[in-house]
């Protein structure tokens, strides 16, 4: 055995992966090398003429059950070569909708219940910079809901949770609102590592999370049966972005620069893979921390590029800071960028730089939330972005899926899921199998200071001519 296994390295070594012909011609060789090793008696003293004879006999019995399992292995090597190549995954979890089989759905609702709780996992201060605007969307349409007869006749009202540091304390909110407060189901958190959190929460807890400003396709790839994401995938928004950039830019160099957090590494990932499959690079990559207040080095070698286009991905106030600093230094191509190009701390901070950059756009203002801007505006004395239009939005479905399903939580969740597709003031709502929202998604760009569609992709010359020269 040894020998013919030194016999089968010796082969690959010198020849690489063995063919069935090649195998069956050293299994022959390695057949007549197993009888010479047995060799006749050197002496009739040392060994006698049955023994030897006993010895061959057993190593050509050896030799030739090798041969014959071997030459099994060959044949159905051989066919299985044969057989074309599917190509397919075994098991793609993204076309695996996992459905909630567990016990809860017998539960009776509670009796004598004063309030209808409902978690939120995000800042409950209209002051805060980032997130202000989704608490007042949630607690705008909480307000709606109860004046419209609550649930039964039962008001609803927010449990609201949150920590600068989510991954140390803000977990202790969402166990909290989970097992102390007994909510019906949590709104939240207010980017992709928050959402991330609560999902682990919820998955032990058997409780419903719909996410407003999750585009993190991962937190659904987890299976989780209770994750709901309102916002289209960063998968669905950089396809749309990166043939944007091929129209515009055609293929005239461009530079690509993201920042480092989570969300805009994610979406980095998914811009790369779509470029890719349109054949396009950037001429550089360049990355920058996120918070970063000094761009200086990064917009001189940006300017020094004479590239015709540069596309920013990062959060809002860091993409204003940068397309304003480059700006400032009569960087005069096209930019494009991610989805928080449309927040309104992007329009804040870059003033009129931010005109015409082109971007995803995830809320289109319309007749269908007309109603909503009106009260919103009115309200607060400013426009929603669509962060917080998608808050209003994902509390309303809620809302809704509890008065179909009740006092349950495993009712609420099939409620949830059931609704689909469920027309919002963003759009509509359409779950895949994973529970993430599939709208299409268009482009958009500012004029005059306000978000607006961008009109369709001109030709790469006509894009420069369109680009802001502040």
Known sequence: MTLVMCTWQNEKMANGTSTPERILRYLAVTFHRVIESAGPPQSAQTLSFALWSKQIMHRIFTAASILLALSFVVWAGGKHSEKPSSGKVFFDARKHQTNYSGPGRQKRPPVDIREVLIGYFGPDTPSHREAGDMWRAACLAIEQ???????NGIPFRLVAGWSDNPWGTGISKVVRMAYVDKVWAIIGGIDGPSTHLAEQVVAKARLTLLSPASTDKTVNLAN???????LPGDHIQAPVLVNAISLYVGRKPFLL????????????????????RQEISPSYHFEFKHGNQDHTELVEKITKSRAHALVVIAGARDSARLVSDVRKKCFTGC?????????????EEAGQAAEGVIFPLLYI??????????????????????????????????????????????????AVRELSPWAGVTGPVKWDTLGGNNRTVRL?????????PASGPPGPDEATLRCSRP
């Open 365 to 414: 203002p319309g007749k269908h939330s007309e109603s909503f801007e009106k009260e919103f505006s009115s309200r607060f004395g400013s426009s929603p972005d669509y962060l917080a239009a998608h808050t209003y939005d994902t509390v309303n479905l809620l809302i809704v899926a509890i008065r179909k399903a009740g006092l349950n939580r495993a009712r609420i969740c099939d």
């Open 335 to 347: 930019i494009f960028g991610g989805p928080c190009m449309g927040r309104s701390s992007f329009l």
């Open 145 to 151: 809901a109860n004046r419209a007869g609550g649930y």
């Open 257 to 276: 620069v993201s920042a480092t957090d989570h969300d805009s590494h994610l979406f980095t990932v998914e811009l790369n893979k779509s470029l890719i």
């Open 444 to 452: 958009g760009t500012i004029r005059a200071g306000r978000v607006i």
């Open 224 to 230: 989780v049966p209770w994750m709901f994401s309102c």
